[in-house]
């Protein structure tokens, strides 16, 4: 739902084009001028590029398990950010004692919801680094607003109203004190998830490994041509660029994958997602003219926007 | 149980036909033609289709990898859905408070059975993007399917109604305040396992991971014969058709196995697993004859459906 | 402690014996008549072979890691039974309330000690299909064994008599609500590995995998003497039948262990494991007599029985 | 710290010493008799040996993974029970309700965490079939050391007797309910944690694994010298003992990782844990003289005890 | 944020500066004198060096994988840390009932508040073997740093603090048993982290691996001269050294990432992990010019301090 299948191999290709230039050019120098260089009686067996091929193959599996691993520990921790959203507002509605349904309790349940809402978006706009309060004025109330544009953290802040709600709500004789401890333990969960993105996000994957596979990768491409001059005439350019690409794309995977809150077009889809939460808690609260009018404006968004 | 042991070998070459196809075409070209192309000089050692191999084998070792864990994470999930409602009913039975045997409780008891009956079908007909109130009337009661109607995600609004009855069941005394609250742990539970399946039907296995296969793969495929034109006459046909389709079969059953979801023949067999808990809900309340009737009938679908 | 260490080698390559009887018929005839079938011109240069044997070892690497975590997850399953099972008894023995240590209460007691000890054989019984009732008389009161035997699914039903015994002890005064809910939640965690078990053993491993796997190991295997025929002459024969049983071997392992719940002399040891429950927990209710006469036993019968 | 960080090579070497020897004793022979037998003649391509030696590769790879797991787990297992037994004392410190700082209940808290000291040791000899009662008259009462001596699963019994002092002091109100379940999931963790030692201990890894990869390796050994018959002269005794040395010394390593709590000098460390685990308790009820007068003892320790 | 981008090829090349000197000598020497040692009749096939490279590929990528578990597991941990923190402070704002917002709760509050920070920055200093008690005047009462000084075991010393003052707001009726509870297990929750850093710490990685792997690594380049005599003249010294570094730059990197606690440039960056849970922690009480005035801080530190 989130991929355009048909990705155009220019976008990819788009990807290596310096390497691959490169690459050319080395290839291309090498076939015209290896006899005048002497280069000619240098032939090295093609069981050398082999070996480093295996140590390449060794490196670049490695990256991609690690990378892919964080690509889907992102999309994990997103799906249980989707599940105690809804979790949350569905224990607030059964756990809430409110026999006349009091306007006053109505209030307070909807802006909780909203705050939740609010929180999905303001999470995902932290980690890619943008203005977490963008269009907070929709979903909080003037004095959650205000507590909340003193805090750095503002995802963090909002838990912590959610938790002075609770504490409002037990006083009150709304919630009893299982409930309470009940809610609050979703509420935990939601800031783990929060902390867990904060970490795939602030952990750079050791970039010293990416260091060790370009230098793998290009002393086998150098050593690629040595191996193939009594073979081969012209068709070896095409060779070594055909073999270079297809050990660099998987590296560029590998890449794009590991960081999945860097704001590409490529990351988790999180303000999708959390659109999604909002419908999902809209109707909950029975808004559901919210939900029909929204219903379509999420098929359209897909089509255009995510491509990994 | 769920699979026929016995696949037949058309059913798997069918697969990849137009792939196979394709190959064949491409060698019996090459056998035919390459001497009047003067491509007969042309002659690459077989080392450099053997590093295209090692490439290959990387790729598809990592596709396969994640692919069965993405299909044996629906089977794991699906088994969490089986464990949670069997707890659910008996957590409901040993804990209400009904010393009188009333009509009343029996009924709730009935309802709330049945609903979770009904919201395993549901969630499974969501998932494969079928009509998620198949059926409904059989199992809900006319209040219920009301509310539901106005959802646009069924099973959450069976949940909520779900939360609703334990509500009803607290306020009256039949539950006490620690057992509300571990049946709704239940409920969250299984709330959890409808967000995992749809985090995985949602998540599209990156599309450019299979590009890059194919890139390799045909790369392999089209230098192949190349390797093998003085050794081999005719035999090179064969070999080309042979050593490919062992490695497009790999990348196959990949495909098959990453989207477990899809409603085709070879998803999670969530129909036969719902029908499985009905069973066992059933039995729990007693609906013995039910049980008894339906014995038979699963064994039928099972011979006939599932196919992997 | 339950596997003999000195497997016979007529019992490891009785396991293959007939792929093996037809790799060295086929090595044998094509010794005999590859020159009389003009075979002898066609030479395979051996790394077609290699890179064959390349896909053969991804697909039997993945295999083998995959049969091994559902042989290991078994073993992890049954495990966690153990520990459940004498968590429950503890937690029964150290929360009733029974200052006066009453006949009754020592009575239900023990019928639920024993129901628990009976709940691992019966379960172990039904994951090998067979009678899960099987000297139910000796360990379930006769009320108990007349409500199982309306049940289809003997360890659930079992399950739900602990529950109702929970109500009772609530209802007695035996138990507060904070420490029937904590028992409740041990029973929980034996229906989930109950319900562990039933996916284990109701998910057959893909079986188009096996069948890649036989496709490009007999293509190996086929191939393989073609790329002999100027080395050697009849130790061809040889080479090839040892080579072949080096792969077909480890599949054969990962077949074994793939299934642990199938009756089979090398499956997971769970009459055993229960034996070893019964004798902790009679420890628990006092009944020393029991396991002392008892503590040969099980030295016995594992020398005899398992063997992977 | 659990490690000396130079293993002498003759203890590496001495791990292989007698198939080293038989190695060369066969290397040898090969070299003085090979022409003298007619072998000469027979000349295997090294491809052949490559090819077994890929099978033995992922053999051994799948063998170290699985034997690093289970050294791995039970180091986590301990690191478990490490945690649990200071916050089991923790929380009986925070929890229990003694305003009066009376004589008995510091008697009762000093008894309960020499218990928890003791069981560590106490679990430690029992998973190295040794007496699990050793020193036992130094940490246990002598009631509890008359009840604990009736039992065969001593650790077993010693839980049981925290959970009978839980009792008590849930009786006579020295905690309430809570704190008593609460309590107890900490006891079922510690028990989770036995538990988890005894099925690794008890599970034997696969042997027919070992027989597959000896049957692999010496097939491998054989066939070498026959690769290199017309290249080397005498440096061939030398290479396919090194060779052979190289696959050797991994598969040694994998058996001596996989068996975590047999009673080598290379298992777990479990007498230095409950060591320190005990010195952590002690701390906690404020014995810091034991702790100041054992602070150098562990490190005498350390240095001549464990050896991997 | 945590790793600076560009990583001097210097610095890495100086991890492994003798290693390749070694390696550059002993090709040198061949290069010079192989031809006066007789060593040109010596020619070793390159498919030796071929297999022995694919032992060492498997144990690299097996000591990889292992090495960034441990690596990611201690992020992981801290991760956990912060988050922990921020629901120990949250839940402790939430629960406490003080209506009348006394100075005294507020004075507790704030202790407690500082004593997590405090915490953070002590766990740190003990897993690097430096003062857990640095700093300690700015963070705790005289009363905490006093009974703190007496324990060996700094961080456990603190979480029992916490438990006292949990215990006298029990006490006080500032909190209901289940949110003493509900905190207690987030304290839980802390002393399971750091036990899980300890146990990282000191379990060293089988150093045997090392050994196995370097006796592979060192057999390989030794042999590598033999099997090129033919081809190259000059230049094989130029390649011995660059496939030796390939190998050997990968075996450094596993050695960086397996010991994250040791007081490296590389390790996990503990300290300014504190100081941002210090920044949030301190927003959550509203100290908000602290936050503000070392918003910038951070930012120098990170582009000095860490490099991977």
Redesign the interface.
Known sequence: ?????N?PWTY?LGKIKWEITAVALYAIAFGLWHEDLNLHH??????????????I??????R???A?DR??EA??IW??I??DS??LI??L???IND?EFSVDVSRITENFTKRQMFWNYSLGQMLRGQDPLKNADQYLSREDLKFVR????VP??L??LH??D??YML?EGLL???????I?????RL??A???C??I????F????S??IN??LY?FIV?LPF??TE??GS?LVL?VI??S???L??EK?AI??QDPFENKATDTPMTTLARNIE??LR??I?D?EY??AN?NQTKVVKDNFYM?
């Open positions: 739902m989130l991929l355009k299948k990705i990819i240098i032939t090295i067996p093609l069981s050398i590029p082999a070996i480093i091929g295996t140590i193959s060794l490196l670049l599996a490695f991609s398990n690690q892919y690509w889907w999309r994990i799906g249980a989707v599940n809804r979790t569905r224990q509605q059964a756990f026999p003193n805090h750095m953290h963090n802040a838990l912590m938790n002075r609770l504490k006083e009893n004190p299982f409930q309470q401890v009940e609050d333990r979703t509420i935990t800031c783990d929060m902390g867990k904060e970490r996000k602030n952990t750079v050791p970039t010293t490994y260091l060790y230098f793998a002393l050593l191996g193939l073979h081969l068709i060779l055909l073999i690409a297809s050990f794309l998987v995977m794009h994958l419908k999902d109707e909950m029975r559901y939900v029909k219903a990994l």
